[in-house]
């Protein structure tokens, strides 16, 4: 509990006071814990979904290169198809009999020759297009190697941060015990009561007569009372309990632990 503690003074600060500085350190840090601990499993379904992903991407481009390849064997056949049609229509031009005849079958080859070049054309853009599926796999297949050691050293990365939370977590519920069995009940209920409402820190410092839970002036009687320490006192605005910091603190107090949360 001693980092809780920290560097609050005075030894005439009222002891109440102490106990709910700590407690409020003690909630913020809990607040933290419990925040991560929902990020976590968060965290593995994000990295689960992008692997995914990626299986389901390399899945669609090995089909995708079937069916290339199905196009490609099928424009192969149907060019040496038309080729030979082609010299058969060659071989019969040269034994018509008659002009018509012959302007007939010159009009066929034409028409085979045609449809020849476009089969020709249709190979080379499903070659074109396999060329490209072929390198984006690979590069695919890649980074799903890559990604599976990586995902066991998130997940092991993770689970043992989840332990290690658990831990503290319950550590600090043993602590937060010890703390409110010091406080009066009235005390703890006020607490409660402000920081369930204002949803964060529910003890707050006086900085330059502001209070630094809602940044509203203090009447300077109060302000000087929370100086003094004595008493516990509570901004009339917002309710949370008030404390000066030590001289250390106010050098600090932007980067403070105690977190800052208008109303
Ligand atoms: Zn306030």
Known sequence: MARFLGSIQTKEMNQQLKILIQLSHLDARMEVISTRLQEIPNRLEDQHRQNQSLKENIEKIRNSIDELTARRRKAERDIENSQNLLDRYKKQALEVKTNREYSAIMSEIDSTQEKIS????????SL????????RLSSLEKELDESRPQMMELEKTLSAEQVSLKDESEELDENRRGLTTQLDPTTLSRYEK??????????????????????????????SKVHIGEELQRCPNCARFLYAPSQEEAGESEAGSIKDNGD
Do not use: W
């Open 118 to 125: 476009e089969l020709e054309e249709e190979f080379l853009l």
């Open 194 to 223: 402000t920081r369930n409402h204002s949803n964060s820190s529910a003890v707050v410092q006086v900085e330059g007569g502001i209070c630094r839970g809602c940044f509203v002036n203090l009447p300077p009687q109060l302000v």
């Open 128 to 135: 074109d297009a396999m060329e490209e599926n072929t390198t």
